[in-house]
């Protein structure tokens, strides 16, 4: 998965910062904070232990160390690491949960976008 080798991130909310609103990111993103309000990114999304999410996040790729209450959908992978909670749907290619990690919801894995039909405002 991506964070075996170099990512590319534009933005970074760190573990003292509160955000609330909608959210579209060109590139990576890093959130160590609060964030409300859904994530949309080409790049690559990243919470940290401290994370706390309430929103649904589109992304190519997504990796978990905290808390996020919502939906992923991605174009690739998510990755949910142990000390990771997450309590929504996840659709992606790959999906690999870490021993210790909490998932509460539904996996839809699919070998290609087209099929789940999902196409974000970075795309059009």
Same mark, same amino acid.
């Given at each position: 998965?991506?964070?075996?080798?170099?990512?590319?991130?534009?933005?970074?909310?760190?573990?003292?910062?509160?955000?609330?609103?909608?959210?579209?990111? *060109?590139?990576?993103?890093?959130?160590?904070?609060? &964030?409300?309000?859904?994530?949309?990114?080409?790049?690559? &999304?990243?919470?940290?232990?401290?994370?706390?999410? @309430?929103?649904?996040?589109?992304?190519?790729?997504?990796?978990? /160390?905290?808390?996020?209450?919502?939906?992923?959908?991605?174009?690739?992978? &998510?990755?949910?690491? %142990?000390?990771?909670?997450?309590?929504?749907?996840?659709?992606? %290619?790959?999906? %690999?949960?870490?021993?210790?990690? @909490?998932?509460?919801? /539904?996996?839809?894995? *699919?070998?290609?976008?087209?099929?789940?039909?999902?196409?974000?405002?970075?795309? %059009?």
């Amino acid at each position: 998965m991506a964070k075996n080798r170099k990512i590319d991130l534009a933005t970074f909310i760190g573990k003292d910062c509160k955000f609330k609103g909608e959210m579209e990111i *060109k590139g990576g993103i890093r959130i160590d904070g609060f &964030v409300e309000g859904n994530i949309e990114s080409d790049g690559f &999304v990243e919470i940290g232990e401290e994370g706390e999410i @309430i929103s649904d996040i589109k992304a190519e790729e997504c990796l978990i /160390y905290g808390n996020v209450q919502g939906n992923i959908i991605t174009k690739e992978a &998510v990755e949910l690491e %142990k000390t990771a909670q997450l309590k929504g749907d996840i659709t992606a %290619k790959i999906l %690999k949960i870490h021993e210790g990690a @909490i998932f509460n919801g /539904y996996s839809n894995m *699919k070998q290609d976008n087209n099929e789940t039909g999902i196409e974000t405002e970075l795309e %059009k």
